[in-house]
């Protein structure tokens, strides 16, 4: 169940909902950037971090719209051991994350990329300077995006975040590379008694990857799928007929599961099934003989 858990206990929970309302945030300062492209949200223009999911195993917690790209921020933990992982870099102030893994007595052990598009890794050097022993997690299919990162900082105006190099561009032993081939038996990170499974979906973008977490029910879909919409495919190396297939792997999510998108708001598998145009579009193309549906939007999130 999806919730903001409020309790008196001095346990994780607590702590973390201690940190939401704290008033520190409040002295961090502010960024008033001029109008123009895509620039830093000012601090006090951000939501709250927030505990959106509870289990004896897990916590879950994130905040929307945490850059002008439309980005959610999400970061899942062990309640046993404590650790941690951040899906994606999103977060245009990695400094109030910084402060909830310390203020609820968390160690962050991976950034997990979904994919490499600037949306999802422009606050990863902030992210490495604040909390430098955190390890990558990422798919080297995405190596163009990487590679294009100083190009797509200056398209947005983001132009602090062009020259310095990203953890993925320096050989960093310690960092995970992730293939693009997917066994149940290796394919997953381990949170204490909980496994995350990263499965990979290209099309958005050829090295997408969700992280399935089926104990709790969740899926981190990334820019795969989102509420009633899936990811656009006219960026370079976006491909309709590899997003129709990566649509295809959700077959054996179940309709309860609740789906933390890239983008946008919370919501099932089953209302997906129901409502979601483009991914129906997939099986109705195939009901009419097509055998490589090929779908995606030509709009939306980045």
Request: aromatic share 8%; glycine share 6%.
């Amino acid at each position: 169940m999806f919730l903001r858990s409020v309790t008196r206990r001095c346990n994780l929970t607590s702590l973390t909902n201690s940190y939401n309302s704290a008033k520190e945030l409040s002295k961090w300062g502010s960024d008033r950037s001029p109008a123009k492209g895509v620039l830093r949200i000012p601090r006090e223009d951000m939501k709250p971090i927030s505990t959106l999911h509870e289990s004896k195993q897990i916590i879950v917690a994130g905040r929307n719209r945490c850059n002008k790209f439309l980005s959610n921020q999400f970061m899942i933990a062990s309640k046993t051991t404590r650790e941690a992982i951040l899906i994606d870099a999103s977060d245009d102030w990695m400094d109030d994350w910084a402060m909830f893994f310390n203020s609820s007595g968390l160690t962050l052990k991976y950034c997990f990329l979904t994919h490499c598009h600037i949306d999802n890794i422009i606050n990863l050097n902030p992210l490495m300077q604040l909390i430098p022993d955190t390890k990558i997690a990422w798919c080297s299919a995405d190596q163009y995006w990487v590679k294009e990162f100083p190009r797509a900082c200056e398209r947005y105006h983001r132009f602090e975040m062009k020259n310095a190099p990203l953890p993925m561009a320096r050989h960093r032993p310690q960092d995970l590379r992730l293939t693009m081939a997917s066994d149940r038996s290796t394919s997953f990170l381990a949170l204490g008694n909980t496994l995350l499974f990263h499965i990979s979906t290209p099309g958005h973008s050829p090295g997408h990857m969700v992280l399935s977490v089926p104990q709790e029910k969740l899926l981190f879909s990334g820019d795969l799928i989102f509420d009633e919409g899936i990811g656009r495919v006219d960026l370079p190396y976006g491909n309709g007929a590899h997003l129709a297939q990566s649509l295809r792997m959700l077959e054996d999510i179940p309709d309860n599961t609740v789906i933390l998108p890239g983008h946008g708001r919370l919501t099932t598998m089953g209302k997906e099934r129901k409502k979601n145009r483009g991914l129906q579009r997939v099986y109705e193309m195939m009901k009419v003989g097509r055998q490589e549906p090929s779908v995606g939007f030509n709009y939306g999130y980045f």
